[in-house]
């Protein structure tokens, strides 16, 4: 297990920012940005799923998520950790055997069969959860999660994501109005600035995506993608 302090949040952030960098879960490309399904065009792209197949990183980014929950959240304040399908599911797993908390996971629809089940797990009555993802974009799909967690029941006012973009005011708008605190440990910023300190890519392309990232709907509609939501 690394070690680290329950505050050392910056150092975290870069931490993660490098692991991401290293094992090829991040990409920039100005020249040919990616096209979401939204119709966003972006120079950024992530795939934080790569995370699983590092068990060295992926034990480390567990643990600084298990510190950001503890230091941020409390000690005594869940009952148990849901992960929403698919990516969740097994950081939620992880994370539960950090925490020494039970588990369950959240499916997008409800099964349509059977006990028509949409959460698979055992969560009474009045359970505090903590809801996970790998990333979140402005909250969207987490809202989905949690939105079921409470409808049958359980209370959410905690979400962590492994990453955060942290571009869209959508986003901060929609956990405040949720009334949750989300939690999280790297974002867009995080990645670029390790990108700049090691010089990973020419100053083109490093600007374009700083400007994304300060203004990605007028970066997009610039680019062939949308430019509202």
Known sequence: MIQTTFTDRAVMAEL???????IKAVHF???QPYKFASGMASPVYIDCRKLLSFPRIRSAVMDFAAGVVLSEAGFEQFDCIAGGE??????????ADRLSLPMIYVRKQPKGHGRNAQIEGNMP????????EDLTTAGGSM????????AAGGVVDHGIALFYYGIFDEGALRFTDGKVKLHYIATWRDVLAVAKTQKLFDENTLNEVESFLDAPLAWSGRNGGISSL
Not at 86 to 95: R, Y
Request: proline fraction near 3%; hydrophobic fraction near 65%; aromatic fraction near 12%.
């Open 16 to 22: 993660v920012a490098k692991m991401l960098w290293e």
């Open 29 to 31: 490309n100005a020249a």
């Open 86 to 95: 698919t990516a969740g599911i097994p950081f939620a797993a992880l994370l």
């Open 125 to 132: 009555e009045g359970s505090r959860v903590l809801v996970i």
């Open 143 to 150: 809202f989905k999660f949690i939105d079921a967690i409470r």
